[in-house]
């Protein structure tokens, strides 16, 4: 797009390009594009166009992509020396495009359907459109050219948000094949009818890229590609005590270890995923990824090998088989480095961070991030090769104090033990025996907050080891106050059977009714079926959590729960959810899909197959949005602990049930 600033004029660039200047201090600074009184931003687009007006001192239009990859243009007026009101003083102005109406957006599974499954496609048109058109559903001929099998005037479902929905119901086409809605000129992406919809490059890729090219300490290979190389080989030093650090990470007045302040702990630079955007490794994406991974083998028996993971050369090639499940050896990973700090701690580490700022928002290969060689404090300054920052560079472990990460990753651990037995068997011993000894450091006594946290883990505990002391304790913490809790119905579901205890069924099943009644209610809130409040971020993860704990319910009270909810929670992920940009959540997979996310690749504006972003979120009011555009961590960011996983395992559901 172009720009005017009073007689300059340009075209945006889709890089920073110099030159720089340095200001009074010496320090380098982005030399302005033009300076000027008025300036006007995209005047050939009308919907985009605005006018910017200074008062006082000019404007200056400066690249800020210079000081941070992720910055923007910048407008800025220097304050009028001396002025102590109305020191800046500008007018901004858009552009008004009189009797604006939205595009109509027609919303679907950029995927496609089961024959068997509800077809819904939802139309959204602007609250002030009058007329309704016939919704239309076309076939791709396999000749060429569509051919209409379908039409009828959509069913209005009501408002929502700033827009009015209807819902163009198709469940009763079976034919297998290729289709698209059409609604007012507005054609959908290509999507498939087939009873193997869910059988190729659906779940897949998350398994196949997503998962490995999230592996730390590794090399990832794929082809010709090095996604990165062997990383963070130095890991990892204690972190300072009475640290507060970034990103949530704080060290208190002791290391809660053996370990003194930069003393190197051993055993580290083993297993583990990359947290999200960032290289850390938070203790909770381990224990949720293995988590939800072992249930995905335990319940669907998913048989995939597509991947070489040798753990003694640490290296990856992605798209080599090698003989082994390649969930499990996901799962092997993520149990490696949890108990790699349980057992050269003694207890679990908070998380392993890079220590300095510059290293944390490090873009590119993660093997650049240090030099591989653990910290020797015996070396002198001018022993230490000259690219480390300061006296080293190695990442930082950080510990705490707390009881709920304990349950959740004892829970993990438990389940992890029953898919790794026979597998790695030395591995799942350990895993036991950590579970059992994390889950008994908890009272509940002193942390009432936690019975339902406790729950969780007994539950899993009870079905890997049979032990009466977890029956004991699910007895004990389980009430109708724990069971406001959507995820302790579903767990205390999944053991009715063998608690074998005639008031416990009964208190878990009124709760299940009672929730059900609750979802009922939800799903009416707006028109594609599920619970989308989102707050900061899109509400994506928690839809796809949401549609996880259905698929329990739904197992263990089939007489309550059917697969409708669930389903709708899959669709919404793919596609069929609020705003102009209908993508796929999940990179690479559909016909649209978010090509620009946040992961450890957005400085290449590019996308990592099969990982999963929060998706669109609200501008308050009312606008759903979602940006092709690579920095906003709110809407594409990918995530460890269930962002991609969650995804995974709701397909492997559909394809479940619906077969």
Request: proline share 4%; charged share 25%.
């Amino acid at each position: 797009k172009s720009w005017y600033l009073d007689g300059a004029s340009g075209i945006f660039p889709l890089q920073a390009n110099g030159p720089m200047e340095k200001d009074v201090d010496g320090n380098w600074q982005a030399f302005p594009m033009a300076s000027g009184k008025k300036l006007t931003v995209a005047p050939e687009t009308a919907a985009q166009s605005m006018i910017i007006e200074s008062k006082g001192q000019p404007l200056q239009l400066l690249d800020g992509r210079f000081y941070h990859n992720n910055g923007w243009f910048v407008v800025r007026s220097l304050v009028t020396p001396g002025k102590t009101t109305g020191a800046i003083e500008w007018l901004v102005d858009c552009n008004v495009i009189e009797n604006f109406k939205s595009k109509p957006v027609v919303h679907v599974s950029q995927v496609g359907y089961h024959p068997g499954q509800e077809k819904i496609a939802v139309i959204e048109i602007d609250k002030t459109e009058t007329k309704l058109e016939k919704a239309s559903l076309l076939r791709i001929s396999e000749d060429g050219g569509l051919k209409e099998i379908y039409s009828i005037e959509p069913k209005e479902w009501g408002n929502f948000l700033r827009f009015k929905y209807y819902q163009f119901d198709f469940s009763d086409i079976k034919t297998a094949g290729m289709y698209q809605v059409r609604y007012a000129g507005h054609t959908t992406e290509p999507f498939r009818i087939s009873e193997d919809i869910f059988d190729r490059n659906v779940w897949q890729p998350t398994l196949e890229y997503f998962l490995p090219v999230q592996m730390c300490h590794m090399r990832i290979n794929e082809g010709y590609r090095v996604w990165h190389g062997l990383c963070h080989m130095d890991d990892a030093l204690m972190a300072p005590v009475d640290t507060n650090h970034f990103d949530g990470y704080k060290q208190g007045p002791s290391t809660l270890t053996k370990y003194k302040p930069f003393e190197q702990v051993p055993g580290l630079n083993r297993g583990g995923w990359h947290d999200a955007g960032d290289y850390d490794l938070r203790v909770e994406s381990q224990a949720g990824e293995v988590w939800i991974l072992s249930q995905a083998y335990e319940q669907f028996k998913t048989e995939w090998d597509q991947t070489m993971v040798d753990q003694q050369k640490l290296l990856v090639e992605i798209h080599q088989p090698d003989g082994k499940n390649d969930i499990l050896q996901q799962v092997e990973h993520g149990v490696i480095t949890i108990l790699a700090g349980y057992q050269s701690l003694g207890r679990l580490y908070r998380g392993i961070i890079e220590n300095n700022l510059r290293q944390y928002v490090h873009l590119g290969d993660a093997a650049t991030m240090t030099d591989g060689r653990k910290y020797n404090p015996n070396l002198k300054q001018d022993e230490v090769s000259s690219h480390e920052s300061g006296i080293h560079d190695d990442r930082w472990v950080f510990t705490e104090e707390n009881p709920g990460r304990e349950l959740e990753v004892a829970k993990a651990l438990a389940t992890g033990a029953r898919v790794l037995k026979g597998f790695n068997d030395t591995l799942a011993n350990q895993s036991i025996k950590a579970a059992e000894e994390l889950y008994a450091l908890v009272n509940t006594n002193k942390n009432p907050r936690l019975t339902g946290s406790k729950i969780g883990a007994a539950v899993e505990l009870l079905i890997t080891t049979g032990k009466q002391v977890y029956r004991d304790d699910i007895l004990e913490y389980t009430s109708a106050e724990t069971l406001k809790r959507k995820e302790t119905i579903a767990y205390a579901g999944r053991v009715m059977k063998l608690v074998n205890d005639e008031q416990f069924s009964k208190l878990v099943t009124t709760a299940a009714i009672n929730y059900k009644a609750e979802v009922d209610n939800l799903q009416k809130e707006n028109p594609f079926g599920v619970p989308y409040r989102p707050h900061i971020w899109g509400d994506g993860w928690n839809i796809q959590s949401f549609g996880v704990n259905q698929y329990f319910l739904m197992k263990s009270f089939p007489e309550i729960y059917d697969s409708k909810y669930m389903l709708n929670a899959l669709n919404f992920v793919l596609g069929n959810h609020p705003g102009e940009n209908t993508s796929s959540f999940a990179s690479g997979v559909g016909s649209r899909s978010v090509t620009q996310a946040y992961g450890v690749n957005r400085a290449d504006r590019s996308f990592i197959p099969g990982g999963v972003v929060s998706g669109t979120g609200i501008i308050r009011p009312d606008f759903p949005e979602l940006k092709e555009w690579p920095y906003f961590w709110q809407q594409t960011e990918y995530v460890m602990g269930g962002g991609a996983t969650n995804f995974m395992f709701l397909v492997l559901a559909a394809q479940g049930e619906l077969k």
